[in-house]
């Protein structure tokens, strides 16, 4: 007997099309075997952060963040996974040595990196270290590179130690110069200048501690840049004037140990 439409339509109603449905299977079957390849390859991602057992090597772990940083993933997971490298190297291995190898591999290959300025950080702090000429350079270029960072004075100072360790007053005295630039690391940078300069030249140690003086916000550093203040007042003008600076610290700024024991050495001579 010929289907009528009706007839044709309650067929429908009560087996429906399995198209949409053999489809959907074979959607599923692709993507469990996506998933699978992907589980499966060492230099996937999201093998990386699935299989990651807490039981592994510090070695195994760091080979995996190498496989990905050497494997097919974006820039950014690439550049993550070479500075969770470096980190396992320094912390986990304690391997300075492969740490600076992996950071100056990040720093080369990673330009645009959001962890090229921490791995340039980490680079000098290691450097410290081992080498003190080396690592003033390398706090140098960690400041140069983002020069409006919270802690780019700092960087600044770190650099200017660390030429002063090694006699190089002057690079000490340039990066203490550019940590000036900065307010909160201003009074520190001019008072090391002050103490650079004062064997060689008073009047500009005496120029250094007066800026010094300018820049410090608390009590116990003006206190610090007025005695640097009397100290190179004394070689240039003798001792009067170096009291005279000394008893108007204590009445602006109150006395601590080192003002007494100055003050006490400028009136009775000792």
Request: cysteine-free.
């Amino acid at each position: 007997m010929p289907r009528t439409p009706a007839i044709t339509a309650v067929l429908r109603t009560m087996v429906p099309d399995a198209r949409p449905v053999v489809a959907r299977i074979l959607a599923l079957a692709a993507m469990a075997v996506i998933t699978v390849a992907l589980l499966s390859s060492p230099r996937s991602p999201l093998a990386w952060s699935a299989l990651a057992s807490p039981e592994q090597s510090a070695e195994a772990a760091l080979q995996q963040r190498l496989d990905v940083a050497d494997g097919w993933a974006s820039d950014a997971v690439r550049a993550r996974a070479l500075w969770q490298a470096s980190l396992l190297a320094e912390t986990e291995l304690q391997s300075p040595d492969r740490a600076l190898s992996l950071i100056n591999r990040l720093v080369t290959e990673h330009l645009d990196s959001d962890y090229h300025h921490a791995a340039l950080a980490q680079r000098a702090r290691i450097l410290e270290r081992r080498s003190p000429a080396r690592a003033a350079k390398a706090w140098a270029t960690v400041a140069v590179y983002k020069p409006g960072h919270l802690d780019a004075g700092i960087h600044w100072l770190h650099a200017g130690d660390l030429k002063a360790s090694v006699n190089d007053s002057d690079g000490a005295i340039i990066a203490y110069q550019a940590a000036a630039q900065y307010p909160a690391q201003a009074a520190h940078a001019w008072l090391a200048i002050g103490r650079l300069s004062l064997s060689e030249d008073p009047a500009e140690a005496h120029a250094a501690y007066d800026r010094a003086l300018q820049a410090a916000k608390r009590p116990a550093m003006v206190r610090m840049a007025r005695l640097g203040v009397a100290t190179a007042l004394e070689r240039l003008e003798g001792r009067e004037a170096a009291l005279a600076e000394v008893d108007e610290a204590i009445a602006e700024h109150g006395a601590d140990r080192s003002l007494s024991r100055r003050w006490d050495r400028l009136r009775n001579g000792g």
